[in-house]
């Protein structure tokens, strides 16, 4: 399929195992995304489909494969930069393309536009390769669409609690509504910006509009809602828990099918490290080094050291921190680069995942010593092997109860700070950032003895 899905197998098999018991006929999805849901169910062979979204992704997506007309013109300022696209916009096949390479192309701003937060070489150079092979990959991704062996009954552009209202109660309905509106209302802004398009009106999607779509979805014969916190008003419709991973966001599944509650969760595997820890009278020693280890490695080590009520995602490389051949810590990066990167930070850059110190050893401020060691000269040598290109930067998230997080001050420069609802640790959700390669590791560990010994 032209356009991936991307929950977890844990949740498909769940969804797919709840459905089971209903009828068949139509399903009606609450924002169909990159239509995710609707593609798991469809192998039953069994359902039929209306679909619902107010992104110009999922509405030239629903519209296409629901028969109805795009209507997606180029506006006349962006002609100058994107004048390239326009004649592929004049067939469905073309208009749907366009904007699935968009929403690739675009996802770090625009072509010259040089207010751009993001606008770097790099970048530039990414945009220009899709420039330059315009012509072949529309008619690539036109072929995927054609030959996609997928059908919407129909497709509606517009509010999700207004849609309920319209659709009859005999039905079935499932959502996973999006978790913070404000990052689904800006996923696509840069797509949209450029284009003419027939966008729909619809409300915020606040926890008031919430309320109300979970008191219609109730009306339905059958239900479905997915969640990333708990719904108290749903307790007891809870039908299924799934993590993606042993430290992942926990997603709470509510429906009215009569069937026992389920826990879905990976098994981790992992490997000993051979190493031994540093001590409360092991000492640092004249050197630090950092290797890289498996992922394996690494999970055996998360699940010893960090603290179990920080939650993670899936990490895709991992390094061990070491002096005097005990551990000192570790940290782990995610597979992309960061699309989104703050003024402040040079680009390209990678995410900072999770790093940790061991808790044995006498030093209260080892933490440190990982971050130092991150941020060296060979790490960054290291992860630029891995990723074919250079690297500037990581940066990473916190939660904390205060406005600051005493373990990246001095280290990293705060890029954001915000009040958070989430279900994580702490009262503020803390974005950090910091340039890779100050120093060689020699010289950084000169740094910790000196400011954190």
């Not at 001590?279 to 960090?306: N, P």
């Not at 290109?389 to 005493?406: D, G, K, L, P, V």
């Not at 609802?421 to 910091?434: F, I, P």
Request: proline share 3%; aromatic share 12%; with cysteine.
């Amino acid at each position: 399929m032209v356009f991936k899905g991307s929950i977890p197998a844990e949740l498909k098999f769940l969804i797919s195992e709840i459905t089971d018991n209903w009828d068949s006929g139509l399903v009606n999805v609450g924002f169909s995304g990159n239509f995710t849901i609707e593609r798991v169910l469809s192998q039953k062979n069994r359902f039929q489909f209306y679909g619902n979204d107010v992104t110009i992704f999922s509405c030239a997506i629903g519209r296409y494969y629901a028969g109805q007309d795009l209507n997606i013109s180029l506006r006349d300022e962006f002609r100058g930069s994107y004048g390239f696209i326009e004649k592929h916009l004049k067939t469905r096949e073309g208009a749907l393309a366009t904007i699935l390479l968009c929403s690739k192309m675009l996802q770090f701003g625009h072509i010259s536009n040089s207010e751009s937060k993001l606008k770097n070489r790099y970048y530039d150079r990414l945009q220009k390769g899709y420039c330059n092979n315009w012509d072949d990959l529309i008619s690539k991704t036109s072929a995927k669409i054609t030959s996609a062996d997928f059908i919407l009954q129909n497709f509606e552009s517009g509010d999700v609690v207004d849609w309920c209202d319209s659709l009859p109660t005999d039905s079935q309905f499932i959502s996973f509504p999006p978790f913070f509106s404000g990052d689904y209302n800006e996923q696509f802004k840069s797509v949209a910006d450029i284009f003419h398009w027939d966008e729909p009106d619809y409300s915020e999607f606040n926890d008031e509009r919430k309320v109300k779509m979970i008191e219609k979805v109730q009306t339905f014969r059958h239900w479905l809602i997915g969640s990333h916190i708990k719904q108290p008003e749903l307790k007891d419709n809870l039908k299924g828990l799934v993590r993606a991973t042993n430290r992942g966001a926990s997603i709470y599944i509510y429906g009215n099918t009569d069937s026992d509650t389920k826990l879905v969760s990976p098994f981790q595997k992992t490997e000993p490290m051979g190493i031994p820890p540093m001590m409360e009278y092991d000492e640092i020693g004249d050197d630090v080094k950092v290797f890289k280890i498996t992922l394996e490695q690494f999970y055996g080590l998360r699940s010893q050291y960090m603290n179990h009520n920080i939650v993670v995602g899936q990490a895709s490389n991992a390094w061990l921190v070491v002096s005097n051949n005990k551990i000192v810590g570790c940290f782990a990066i995610l597979s992309e680069m960061s699309r989104s990167v703050p003024a402040l930070l040079p680009s390209p850059t990678v995410y900072l995942l999770s790093d940790f110190a061991v808790n044995t050893s006498q030093y209260k401020k080892l933490s440190k010593l990982v971050l130092i060691a991150l941020l060296s000269k060979e790490t960054k040598l290291m992860m630029q092997d891995i990723f074919s290109q250079r690297i500037m930067s990581t940066m990473t998230t916190a939660f904390a109860e205060n406005s600051t997080s005493m373990k990246y001050r001095g280290l990293f420069s705060l890029l954001s700070r915000k009040e958070t609802t989430r279900d994580q640790t702490g009262k503020y959700q803390l974005q950090y950032g910091a340039s890779l390669g100050q120093w060689d590791l020699k010289e950084g560990l000169a740094l910790w003895k000196k400011n954190y010994l």
